[in-house]
Nanobody, 113 residues
Framework: VELVESGGDLVQPGGSLRLSCAAS????????MSWWRQRPGKDLELVAR????????TYADSAKGRFIISRDNGKNMVYLQMNGLKSEDTALYYC???????WGQGTQVTVSS
């Protein structure tokens, strides 16, 4: 099983990033997927979760209206489109399969001017 995140970068406040997670080694399409993050000095927190079909999504209050989670079951990919980024979004972002408890290695997002 492998989850490989990418797309993290240094971005200015108000900017956008799209994170990607490439999944392999399991039947991707039958599992919910999620994005979590760990901000400096803080606990891990759920950012967004998406159901198997991509229709059902849930977001942390901090992500609502700014972030969009999506998936492509044909490519075994899950994405997190992040808009209107704020300094408090600075974190290591992880891809996670809730049912299987698989984590990726994380991708760093830094929001700073």
């Amino acid at each position: 099983v492998e989850l490989v995140e990418s797309g993290g970068d240094l971005v200015q406040p108000g900017g956008s990033l799209r994170l990607s997670c490439a999944a392999s080694g399991f039947e991707f399409s039958v599992y919910d997927m999620s994005w979590w993050r760990q901000r400096p000095g803080k606990d891990l927190e759920l950012v967004a979760r998406i159901g198997t079909s991509g229709i059902q999504t849930t977001y942390a209050d901090s992500a609502k209206g700014r972030f969009i989670i999506s998936r492509d079951n044909g490519k075994n990919m899950v994405y997190l489109q992040m808009n209107g980024l704020k300094s408090e979004d600075t974190a290591l972002y992880y891809c996670y399969v809730p049912t299987l408890r698989y984590w990726g290695q994380g991708t760093q997002v830094t929001v700073s001017s």
